[in-house]
């Protein structure tokens, strides 16, 4: 290379790394212009540029790749760069481990092969990879942060801890470096090693939203008067990004509910909660049906007819319900037994619902079930399991899958996993659903930034819950917040009846446990249950009746009997 081309692809590998550890939304865009500096000739460049339009034209210039063979070394980066951004993460994989077979030393592609790993949800090998990267390559620096991917996906948040350390030394101006620092301490249980993380964010960037509402979402940091201020001051600012906009909105909130201007506090939360709703495109019309079509799907009969079929492999536990209705407390409780296993709220069911809508798109999803041969449900147990395998790092005999939204894909579960355990996480519908308003979730729960939305949701939810205890009784187990709280021992109890295991005193000294949790409860149950939260909801009961509207019966209904 040329002195020329060897500064261009430095800066282009510095806007590269920068991008992928401060997750900017253009990171894909800067590893395409880097490798496209990379390749040797124009027909390369013009199909980077043709990728990076997407659509028609993307497919058109990985078709052409795929024909003409290149002698170029980073044509298969590319080639999988295309294929990926298509959604062929399995044949860019496949193109990358090829290349590696004869060229075991391009450490380019081996990056570009672990980050194909990620995508694939084969952790455990992407993790192992990083490790051929030698010290030396200019590629290191990226490895590393893929390893702390990887690390964080494996449940390592202490490695993924040591890796933010190691690449904060590259970045300590970086206001987005020390807020994920922070949340990699908050998730190990370091909550005020993590608030001066996110002061030394707010210091550097004081209009970053995302590190404002990091310090409300800790539960405990006692916002000063100054920090008030700061905070109103970003929000005069004419120029704030709609998203720093919404989570300072949210984050002043909670600073104005601790102080008990509770009507403020409604109104910021309204206000921020506005935005996402704006932004987000939700659509409540499509929860409901993909409700209605479960319930029309799973019957008696449908049961009947596949009995043996699925996996008969009894060691998940799936807790399910509204973000913020204890199913972390709910997983504490049974994490600090001795036969279950942790693993957090993984997204590997939605991956399977995903693709089975993909597969028979012909078939509403979760219609596509009623088609399948008693092999293919098979398959679809087999790939979840072995999906997990690699997280089960303790080897106890149970694990635990904390994906609230999985009550949407209770089909999928009983269908092929007909042995796993399901705990249905339920509390008061206002509770619920209000906590669930303050809360900031930045991805994911787009039905949360609306109390009618809320309210249909959970309408939704409480009904086919009912449904599958008319149809499959006794396969969901209902923990009920406000019982818990109430009686803690004598529902750990009844849980571990229900999931088969005896009774341990220390699920009941569940906050004494040091495991990482990365959810917005995680200093609530690091402490012992208090009964604080319960009543809530009754502070805010003034700005409340959209939402009870939309609840509709449930509201007096929620408990769940048939």
Not at 41 to 65: K, P, S, T
């Amino acid at each position: 290379m040329s002195d020329g081309l060897d500064a261009t692809v430095t800066r282009l590998r510095d806007a590269a790394d920068r991008a992928l550890y401060l997750g900017a939304p253009d990171a894909g865009v800067a590893w395409l212009q880097l490798i496209r500096a990379l390749v040797s000739d124009d027909a390369l460049r013009a199909a980077a540029d043709e990728i990076g339009v997407g659509g028609a034209r993307a497919e058109q210039a990985v078709r052409a790749l795929r024909q003409e063979a290149s002698h170029d070394p980073y044509a298969p980066a590319l080639l999988a760069e295309g294929l990926g951004r298509l959604g062929r993460w399995d044949q860019a994989e496949a193109v990358l481990a090829e290349s590696l077979t004869t060229a075991p030393d391009a450490q380019f592609i081996r990056l570009a092969h672990i980050e194909a790993l990620l995508r694939l949800g084969r952790w455990d090998e992407a993790r192992c990879e990083v490790e051929l990267v030698p010290s030396a390559s200019p590629e290191r620096r990226r490895a590393v942060m893929l390893k702390g991917v990887a690390l964080e996906r494996l449940g390592d948040h202490s490695g993924a801890l040591e890796v933010s350390k190691r690449l904060l030394a590259d970045y300590p101006e970086e206001a987005k470096a020390w807020l994920m620092h922070g949340h990699n301490l908050r998730t190990v249980g370091e909550p005020g090693e993590a608030a001066d993380a996110y002061l030394r964010a707010t210091a550097l960037a004081p209009a970053m939203g995302e590190a404002w509402w990091a310090l409300a979402d800790l539960k405990t940091f006692p916002f000063a008067a100054e920090h008030r201020a700061a905070m109103r001051q970003a929000l005069s600012r004419s120029d704030l990004d709609p998203a720093d906009r919404s989570r300072l909105s949210y984050a002043l909130a909670k600073a104005e509910e601790d102080e008990g201007d509770y009507a403020a506090a409604f109104r910021l939360y309204a206000e921020g909660a506005a935005i996402q709703r704006c932004a987000s495109g939700y659509n409540p019309d499509e929860v409901s049906r993909i409700a209605t079509r479960a319930k029309a799907l799973l019957t008696k009969d449908y049961f009947s007819a596949r009995g043996g079929w699925g996996v008969e492999d009894g060691d998940p536990i799936f807790i399910v319900g509204l973000p913020r209705s204890g199913s972390t407390l709910i997983e504490q409780i049974l994490a600090s037994h001795s036969a279950v296993e942790p693993l957090g709220e993984r997204p590997e069911i939605s991956a399977l619902a995903n693709w089975l809508a993909r597969a028979a798109p012909g078939r509403a999803y979760p219609g596509a079930l009623e088609t399948l041969s008693p092999a293919a449900v098979r398959r679809l147990g087999q790939a979840y399991i072995a999906q997990m395998k690699p997280l089960r790092i303790a080897g106890r005999p149970l694990f635990t899958d904390k994906a609230p939204e999985n009550w949407l894909h209770l089909a999928l579960i009983l269908t092929a996993l007909p042995r796993a355990r399901i705990i249905d996480a339920r509390r008061h519908p206002l509770g619920a659903c209000l906590s669930a308003f303050r809360q900031h979730f930045g991805a994911g729960w787009d039905f949360s930034y609306d109390l009618a939305d809320l309210g249909r949701y959970y309408a939704d939810y409480a009904d086919l819950m009912v449904h599958v205890d008319t149809v499959r009784p006794g396969a969901v187990h209902r923990v009920i917040y406000e019982n818990l709280t109430a009686d803690p021992e004598r529902e750990t109890r009844r849980l571990l009846d229900y999931l088969g295991l005896p009774f341990q005193a220390d699920c009941l000294r569940f906050y004494e446990s040091r495991r990482a949790v990365a959810t917005p409860s995680s200093e609530q149950v690091r402490r012992p249950i208090s009964r604080d939260a319960v009543d809530h909801w009754r502070r805010f009961e003034p700005w409340l009746d959209p939402l009870k509207a939309a609840l509709g019966p449930t509201l007096e209904t929620w408990r769940g009997e048939t």
